[in-house]
């Protein structure tokens, strides 16, 4: 357990994220996606989960492990350099305030049978609030939802404006990779 960092990182934390948590196996494994400060890797970390927190801020990277030294980081170039899990599969992937749609498919393949991803992100529209404004890194409306079609049953989706922490438009999908997609 983080002392005195459960307050703080919730408060930070991404509603949605602190929503569909539960929905991750018990003490699995999960992959934190360009990670940033770490927020959602403590709160995993502290949740019991296995955490596995990636990006390419050393520097970052080295806070997180200082503060929970039980997460596995690691520093990558996600957009210029080669995937890092080929053949590894977690139990949930969370991402937010991220997108490079190359790695969507890699995503989906390191979703473990009955993994969960949750995804939260900037879609068009967002350029009337400020960055990101580049079209590269905003979502068009209902495409994270084109994304999984065919492969990972949609638990929950969302898409538009949100006021809260501040003013911005976002995507958000939970979905899962079950068996038998009428479980739980």
């Not at 991750?24 to 934190?32: H, N, R, T, Y």
Request: proline share 8%; glycine share 8%; aromatic share 8%.
């Amino acid at each position: 357990m983080i002392p005195d960092m459960t307050i703080h990182m919730s408060e930070m934390t991404s509603p949605w994220v602190r929503r569909f948590l539960p929905l991750i196996a018990a003490g699995g494994s999960v992959l934190d996606l360009a990670c940033g400060t770490g927020r959602h890797s403590l709160l995993l970390a502290e949740r019991g989960y296995h955490v596995e927190a990636v990006d390419r801020d050393a520097a970052a990277l080295a806070a997180i492990a200082a503060q929970a030294p039980g997460i596995v980081t690691r520093q990558a170039d996600l957009e210029g350099g080669p995937w890092p899990y080929h053949g590894s599969a977690f139990d949930g992937i969370v991402v937010t305030n991220y997108l490079f749609r190359p790695l969507l498919p890699m995503l989906l393949n390191a979703l473990e049978v009955n993994g969960v991803l949750i995804y939260e992100t900037f879609m068009v529209g967002n350029e009337r609030f400020g960055k990101p404004s580049n079209p590269a890194f905003l979502l068009r409306s209902g495409e994270l939802l084109d994304v999984v079609r065919r492969r990972l049953t949609v638990v929950a989706f969302e898409q538009g404006e949100i006021d809260s922490p501040r003013p911005a438009v976002i995507q958000r999908l939970c979905a899962t990779r079950r068996i038998d997609p009428r479980l739980p």
